[in-house]
């Protein structure tokens, strides 16, 4: 028969679920999988990153653990300023080569 537990006896916790794996720790596996070899990823502080997205005019939502954001390609003068910018996907080789020339 089982002894009878005193009612302030501490309970038995079950066991602690690992904690979950950072983000920053997950990114490389993620990019092996879903991305081509032409792709980087920003990290960093979350201040700077949300500093440097709104520099380049890129919206960022969260969506669960999702990260929706608009796609922006741009090219850096040495200055440091932006030369160049196409919003989207559909942009030509040739017209940043150009304007690498210009510069």
């Not at 602690?16 to 950072?22: E, M, R, S």
């Not at 920003?42 to 990153?49: E, F, I, N, S, Y």
Request: include cysteine; charged fraction near 20%; charge should be positive.
């Amino acid at each position: 028969m089982p002894q009878p537990t005193h009612p302030k006896a501490p309970r038995p916790q079950p066991p602690l679920a690992p904690p979950p794996t950072p983000l920053l720790d997950r990114l490389p596996a993620y990019a092996e999988l879903h991305c081509r070899s032409n792709f980087s990823f920003l990290t960093g502080p979350d201040a700077a990153v949300r500093h440097l997205l709104a520099q380049l005019g890129v919206i960022r939502e969260f969506e669960g653990a999702t990260i929706k954001h608009t796609l922006a390609t741009v090219l850096i003068n040495e200055q440091g300023r932006i030369a160049y910018r196409v919003d989207g996907s559909s942009w030509l080789v040739d017209d940043f080569v150009r304007h690498l020339k210009k510069e």
